[in-house]
T-cell receptor, first 113, second 113 residues
Framework: DTGVSQDPRHKITKRGQNVTFRCDPISEHNRLYWYRQTLGQGPEFLTYFQNEAQLEKSRLLSDRFSAERPKGSFSTLEIQRTEQGDSAMYLC???????????FGDGTRLSIL | QKEVEQNSGPLSVPEGAIASLNCTYSDRGSQSFFWYRQYSGKSPELIMFIYSNGDKEDGRFTAQLNKASQYVSLLIRDSQPSDSATYLCAVNRGSSNTGKLIFGQGTTLQVKP
């Protein structure tokens, strides 16, 4: 059983640049979640998909953030015009259904110079 | 008041002892409860989940849930140095049908040889 896969593992970029992260969930998992985690804190919910539909976005997700899951399989998270405060670990998780355990990928660590 | 609260620690126990990690939550309608282990620089790893009041055991781990007291705990028996990590409590609020998890800030466990 292949776990959740995220790419890239690390991303270093200059302030103002755009970045895109990819997440491949566990196959047959309908739900896909994005979280963000900063040092010393637990993960914070950003958004989630049920198949290809994006059904909820956190207030943390400003207009610079966009996420897609075009065919209900992999998902992308794009951050436009990155800011210093965007530096964090971006985590993707998937689950079979609501309330079922969520399994996390290895995360993408974003550093803004 | 935070939605999910954990003592940040560190909690230090000797090798072979029982480690007790505690978590309280504010939403009385919460339905699903999860414990994740996170090593430094890594992503969260699911170790236990519990849905009903009482105890649930899996190997050296026991999750305990008391919905009346809005309290969930994790016991680790025969603690090993490899158990040294941050333990995250996560709750799926009953008022949300998204399945999104609300995390505590985590408790750091140190198991000393």
């Amino acid at each position: 059983d292949t776990g959740v896969s995220q790419d890239p593992r690390h991303k270093i970029t200059k302030r103002g640049q755009n970045v895109t992260f990819r997440c491949d969930p566990i196959s047959e998992h309908n739900r896909l979640y994005w979280y963000r985690q900063t040092l010393g804190q637990g993960p914070e919910f950003l958004t989630y998909f049920q198949n290809e539909a994006q059904l909820e976005k956190s207030r943390l997700l400003s207009d610079r953030f966009s996420a897609e899951r075009p065919k209900g399989s992999f998902s992308t998270l794009e951050i436009q015009r990155t800011e210093q405060g965007d530096s964090a670990m971006y985590l993707c998780a998937s689950s079979l259904d609501e309330g079922q355990p969520q399994h996390f990928g290895d995360g993408t660590r974003l550093s803004i110079l | 008041q935070k939605e999910v609260e954990q003592n940040s620690g560190p909690l230090s126990v000797p090798e072979g002892a029982i480690a007790s990690l505690n978590c309280t939550y504010s939403d009385r309608g919460s339905q699903s409860f999860f414990w994740y282990r996170q090593y430094s620089g890594k992503s969260p790893e699911l170790i236990m989940f519990i849905y009903s009041n009482g105890d649930k055991e899996d190997g050296r781990f026991t999750a305990q849930l008391n919905k009346a007291s809005q309290y969930v705990s994790l016991l680790i028996r025969d603690s090993q140095p490899s158990d040294s990590a941050t333990y995250l409590c996560a709750v799926n609020r009953g008022s949300s049908n998204t399945g999104k998890l609300i995390f505590g800030q985590g408790t750091t466990l140190q198991v000393k040889p």
